[in-house]
Each structure stands twice: as C-alpha cells, then as structure tokens.
C-alpha cells in the first residue's frame, strides 16, 4: 500500500521541503495541506506596506512548487490527531497519514498583556502587510501637520525595524504627516544580537526619523493609547505588533511534546512521535544548548534535510542529524539595508548598496529555487 505523506503549512520551511520530498519519496503520496494557494516571501512582506502592488512579485503559487503528482489542498488545519494519524481541516475534510511534516509556522505571542490582541494589527501574512498599508493610508489622510498620525510599531526585531523602515518610506514618498515610534522593552532594539549590528540598524532608523522607545514594557493597551510600565502614555492612531511567536493553536490536540504550542524536534526534525516530523516556527529544534532561531535561514536549511529523514524513517534507515549553520543577518530599513557576520565576507558589519543588492540576492534566490529564474528576475526590483 502507497505510504501517505503529509505536509502542512506553504511558508518556507513547508514549500522548502515539498521539492526535497518529492525527490526523496518517489513511491509515496505526497499531499500538500495549506490555508493559501501561494507561498508568500515573509521576509519582505513588510514591502507591502509602502507599496501594495509588490504582493504580485512575492507571492508564488503552489502550483508552480510542487509537482503535479502531489495532491494539493487548501484548508485550514484544526486538529492534529497524532494517535490516529488523521489531521482535520475547517471543512471537516479529514486526511489521514502515515508520516506528517508540520511547517505551519507560528501566531504572534501577545504575553497575556491586556488590549494587545484586540487593539494591534500583526505582519504574519500578506492580508496583515494589506491591513496596515490601509490603516497607515486613511491614518495620513485624516492627519495634519499640526496633528500628525501617530504610528506605533511594538517589538524591535526584524519584523517591527523593517515594517517601521517601510512606513518611513510610505511617508517620504508622499510626504504624509507621520510620526513614527518604535517600541522595545528590553534596553536596546534587535535584543540578543552583536552590539554592533544594533548600532548600525539604529543609525538608520534615527536616520528616517523614526522615534525608539527602548527598556520600558508595553502594560496594556486599549483603541487610542499604549500604557507602559514608567514612561507616559503613547496616543496613537495604528498599532502594530511584532513581539514575539507562540505555537499553533491547532497543535494543542496532537500528542507530541510541546513548548508553547511550538512542537519540540530531535536535530533530525523528528519528534517523540516517530510519525511526526517538525520544522520551522512550529518547532523547537534541538541544537545542544541552544534551540534552532525561528528565522527564514533555519527554515530554508532545515528544508534541504527534512525530506530525506522522512524518506530514511519511512524504509527503516537511520536518520541523518541537522546542525543549523548562521550565515549572518540581512536586514532592511526602508531602502537601505544592513548586512552583519556573512561569510565569507570579511567586514563584519556594512550597508549601502553591498548590502542592499546581498538582501536582494538572498530573496531572488529564494525565489528561484522554489520557482523559476525568470520569476526572481521580475521580482528583483520590488525586493
């Protein structure tokens, strides 16, 4: 009997992986489960915001990923069921499997702090980076120079300094009555990361104007204003927020270890459920003291991997072992950008043009691999 695999979720790590496993699994039935018809590049929705029109360079549909052997579905997953083996969709389709890959990526972590669920937009999907283009547009169209639109931005990591680079540039272009804020409880934006890289990030974004508010936590929020815990209230007229990550709420059911909702993975991806294989935001993947990070670069390499352990667990092999590898971070502040640790480059740090045309590359590679050469030529100039 034909073995049935399943992959849930079109973002990197699970449109990555649907190639590697098609290669991989040339007597199993392989389907395809998502809740779009196109994988979008993650990594630079937050262009949309400035500019609607380049969701058509950053979108791919799946039926130009997979192959036309593997069935597709669209449909929103609800239920894991890891004892027998079925996963459950919206519309009460049931798909049964005899190996499961989970790459459905993650929710935005609201950290039980009250209003911010309600009251903040997130940057998760293409609909989100359409939903604050609009509310930045209407927010500059009521506003003033006496009373400019107060946009507020949570969170100072990648998604929060590029989404307040990109309404910078929203604002620039048509010379908007905006103020910006950028907001971060720890003491300095991009947390964790080379004292370096954050100095070069912040000079850009002080550069556009952008306000930064660090080391003093968000404590509630409700339609009109931000409480923190010590500074003043914060007025604003859009709220988005990039704070952090917590598991599916679909995974709550399925029976494998979990942290957060965010199912735990052996470094060959697979979990305490010898079925169950895990990989990108979904998982916390062991790599010794330090899980794998939950960016785009771990999704892709984990990608390359995953469909041949599957295929090893499947014929009773053993698997291979994964050791994510940081290839450095590129990240982008309106129309610049700024490129730290890439190997082999020997300037640690840099921006300008080298690192603008790198952040591109990496995207149109991307692009290419899962899709063609001739798409990533078109999308070059929306990058």
């Known amino acids: ?132 283009h609009d509310a930045v547009k209407t927010a500059a169209r009521d506003a003033t120079r006496e009373e400019p639109a107060q946009i507020a931005i949570g969170g100072a990591g990648l998604s929060g300094i590029q989404a307040a680079g990109e309404v910078a540039e929203f604002r620039d272009k048509h010379n908007a009555p905006i103020e910006i804020s950028l907001i971060e409880a720890l003491p300095e934006i991009m947390p964790g990361q080379d004292p370096e890289l954050q100095g070069a990030v912040k000079k850009r974004l002080l550069g556009k104007d952008v306000e930064i508010l660090t080391d003093d936590p968000i404590t509630e929020a409700d339609a009109e204003t931000i409480q923190f815990d010590e500074g003043e209230p914060l007025a604003y007229d859009v709220f988005v927020w990039t704070g952090g990550i917590t598991g599916r709420e679909c995974l709550e059911g399925a029976n494998v270890e979990k942290e957060h909702n965010r199912i735990v993975a052996e470094s060959t991806f697979q979990t305490d459920d010898e079925r169950v294989f895990a990989i990108g935001d979904s998982a916390i993947i062991d790599q010794g003291e330090t899980p794998a990070p939950p960016t785009a670069q771990a999704a892709w390499q984990a990608a390359e991997l995953v469909g041949e352990n599957i295929a090893r667990a499947s014929e009773g092999r053993p698997l291979k072992t994964w050791t994510y590898e940081d290839k450095g971070t590129l990240i982008s502040v309106g129309d610049e950008a700024v490129a730290h640790g890439i190997k082999p480059i020997p300037i640690n740090t840099f921006g300008w043009v080298g690192a603008e045309t790198l952040k591109k590359a990496v995207a149109a590679r991307w692009i290419a691999d899962v899709s063609s050469a001739k798409r990533a030529k078109r999308a070059w100039k929306y990058l």
Do not use: C
Request: no cysteine; net charge negative; glycine share 6%.
């Open 1 to 132: 009997m034909t073995e049935q695999v399943v992959v849930l979720g079109a973002g990197y790590a699970g449109a990555g992986a649907v190639s590697e496993l098609e290669n991989e699994l040339s007597d199993a039935q392989v389907t395809w489960i998502s809740d779009t018809d196109h994988h979008l590049v993650l990594h630079e929705s937050h262009r949309v915001i400035r500019d609607p029109s380049v969701k058509d360079h950053i979108t791919i549909p799946v039926e130009e990923i997979k192959s036309p052997a593997t069935r597709f579905i669209e449909g929103e997953v609800t239920d894991l069921d890891t004892d027998e083996r079925v996963v459950s969709l919206a519309d009460g389709t049931e798909v049964d499997y005899d190996y499961v890959l989970v790459a459905l990526g993650s929710d935005t972590a609201y950290y039980g702090i009250p209003g911010l669920d309600e009251h903040s937009l997130t940057l998760k999907s293409l609909e989100d980076a359409l939903e604050i």
